[in-house]
């Protein structure tokens, strides 16, 4: 079993709200840690010494582990997020990456540096003081990264069904919601004629069992020239969350998933989309100048 796996089995099922909480655990203990590192040079050794930096160091490495599984748990419960801020959580996965290498693996140079007492020459004391600057500033960058995802696109970790029960009426749209399952296949859609009402959020539940990448788009008013699409598109002027698949909304909205791959889209139509929309696949047949879309991969979407 992945290593991360384990890790993960072994946090509790509230961990992803406690993210937000234990991030200030590492933030705290690597400041504190530099920050005295930085005062021992003028500190007499009984005051602060390297083993109460190491420890602080230990101890600051333990949480910044447990802060990035957790973080991960978090990412997780996130369902139906806009693209950008999906964006957003993996460019702060990503400096969070950085700083978890980070510090284990300084807080271990500093383990090993400490037992073969070389950090006792002054130069290289110094020198491992400057380094972890560094750390503080991926520090820095993912706290700040972080705290964007809550305040400027006001993301909530946590599991979303369980604090809509505790706290007030559940939502409409948590009940209401129409889900519609989609399979692609190669080189079909099952079923092949979906019923999507306007005025209601509606979750289409896309799953390729196919050997080859599939795609979903919809529209009407024949094939764009670029033989790329719908000239219309059905999403156009609507806003769709996804979960999974890779999306592109230039020129139009439509979603890619691999073999094997599930996703969602979420949406809700305004009555204006009401009439006899299709959906198709426009991926290249092969090595021919045909779509699936030429080859069947098609179908009807009733939009009443
Ligand atoms: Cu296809």
Redesign the pocket.
Known sequence: MDLSVIIMSLIPQWAPNVHPLLVHFPIALFFFAVGMDFLSFFLPESWWSERATLITYVLGAISVVVVFFTGQMAAGTLHNISNVAKHAVEEHAEWATWTLWFFVIYTLVRLIMSFMKSIQGLKLHIVMFLISLVGLWLLTETGDHGGKLVYKYGLNTGHQPKASTTAMKTSPSATDTVTIPLT?KD?AYVPDTLKIPTGKPVKIMLKNT?K????FMAGKGGVRSDEHGFKQSLFSKVSVNNSGGMVETDPSFMIDLKPGNKASISFTLPASKKGTWKMG?F?QYKKTDKT?YDIG?KGVIIVK
């Not at 080859?212 to 795609?215: D, L, N, P, S, T």
């Open positions: 692609l080189y196919g080859m990448i599939h795609e696949c991926r699936h991969m």
